[in-house]
């Protein structure tokens, strides 16, 4: 296949907020620096959901979703040789070229190589590589996982050892590296400290999971979904607050400040909502405490605190893949999974085929799903 056009099925987003399409796709084979990938494996997170709703100022259509898929690349472009046929492999969005100056900074895993082509839904020449009915499909965050056969640049593409499990590994690819990431390698919380987490899904647990590693002391789950309190405690959390459960007059962030002396060391965003990004800020220790934002607003939303909150020496910081370099970083994350270290697979609530594509968009929405996986 090499060289040649593959027809592949894929699931389209022809239109925003619509129903994704099966749809036998052509994906043309990859140019100079290119990696084609037959995808076996694809998880389906908020994101996705996100810039399918048509919130996301970047969103474009029509266009092939997906962002945490793992399998096995089928052939390469000229150059590559980070990777090569029969690898297997997880897909980056957030890529890393290890040139730029963002990758050569020391300071953030956000790379500028080919940022600017990726928001436009191509690939770095340009163009994109797939087609379906005569039209070309736009490519979503570098990755499009959610078809069978997939191209992306070669510095958006990691090889992992062959006997880590496709179908679990493919969440590494986003909100488990995402939460583990944010709180052990953007905050580096400490031994002891005191954490809030506010969502409890995917994210949520994964920062909760990087809090455990970590050993920090409190770590207080934040959910207006009571069934989150089983879960948050199943991944360690020490305490759960529902925000619907508290006395009239009492907020959450009142309430965060009473359970810790004074306020959180570190509090994360893992809800998407600026009010809650709000209260986390404002729960934070006076003169240090640090929130972190990982959840991604709707266009036009924005956050709001009295400056004051940040005089007094509370940080607002956010990160993007937790702040994980993923070519350099991911195989820390899959030897932690083998040996036993990093949960993966207590994350999986539900599997779905290619074709049931849509019942996991549903799953995702109905509040009693963590991750579900699907099989291309
Ligand atoms: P999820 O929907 O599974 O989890 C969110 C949780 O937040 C749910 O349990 C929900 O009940 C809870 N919640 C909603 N409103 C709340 C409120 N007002 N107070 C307290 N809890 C509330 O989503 P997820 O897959 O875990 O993703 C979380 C967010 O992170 C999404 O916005 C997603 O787009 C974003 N994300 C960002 C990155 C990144 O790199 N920055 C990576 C992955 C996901
Ligand atoms: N396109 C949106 C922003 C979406 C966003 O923030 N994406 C995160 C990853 S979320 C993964 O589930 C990200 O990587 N951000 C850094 C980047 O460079 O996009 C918008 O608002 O325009
Ligand atoms: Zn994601
Ligand atoms: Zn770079």
């Known amino acids: 296949t090499a060289g040649k056009t593959i027809t592949c099925k894929a699931a389209v987003a022809w239109e925003a907020g619509k129903d994704l399409v099966i749809e036998d796709i052509e994906v043309a084979p990859p140019k100079a620096h290119e990696v084609r990938i037959e995808i076996y494996y694809t998880g389906v997170c908020h994101t996705d959901a ?107 593409v990691v090889a992992v050892k062959e006997d880590a499990p496709l179908d679990r590994v493919c969440l590494l690819g986003c909100g488990i590296t995402t ?49 989150k309190k089983e879960w948050a405690e199943k991944f360690g959390a020490t305490d759960f607050v529902n925000p619907m459960d508290l006395p009239q007059g009492t907020s959450v962030t009142e309430k965060l400040i009473e359970m810790t002396d004074g306020g959180c060391d570190y509090t994360f965003d893992c809800t998407g909502n600026v009010s809650v990004m709000r209260s986390a800020l404002e729960a934070c220790h006076k003169g240090w405490g640090t929130s972190i934002i990982i959840g991604v607003a709707a266009a036009g939303q924005e956050i709001s605190t009295r400056p004051f909150q940040l005089v007094t020496g509370r940080q607002w910081k956010g990160c993007a893949f937790g702040g994980v370099k993923g070519r350099s970083q991911m195989h820390e994350f899959v030897e932690n999974y083998r040996e036993g270290k990093l949960k993966i697979d207590e994350f999986i609530t539900h599997r779905e085929t290619l074709k049931g594509v849509n019942q996991a968009f549903q799953d995702m929405k109905a509040g009693d799903c963590i991750r579900c996986v699907v099989d291309m």
Do not use: W
Request: charged residues 20%; aromatic residues 6%; neutral net charge.
């Open 50 to 156: 996100y810039t399918l709703s048509g919130k996301d100022p970047e969103g474009a259509f029509p266009i092939i979703l997906g962002h945490e898929g793992a399998g096995i690349v089928e052939s390469v472009g000229e150059g590559v040789t980070n990777v090569k046929v029969g690898d297997h492999v997880v897909a980056l969005y957030t890529p890393e070229c290890g040139e730029c100056k963002f990758c050569k900074s020391g300071k953030t895993n956000l790379c500028g190589k080919i940022r600017a082509t990726q928001g436009k839904g191509v690939m770095p020449d340009g163009t994109s590589r797939f087609k379906c009915k005569g039209k070309e499909l736009l490519h979503f965050m570098g990755t499009s996982t959610f078809s069978q056969y997939t191209v992306v640049a070669d510095i958006s």
């Open 179 to 227: 939460g583990v990431g944010a709180a052990t390698i953007t905050a580096k919380v400490e031994e002891g400290a005191n954490v809030a987490v506010f969502g409890v899904g995917c994210v949520g647990l994964s920062v909760i999971q990087g809090c455990v590693i970590n050993k920090v002391g409190k770590i207080i789950a934040i959910d207006v979904n009571e069934k």
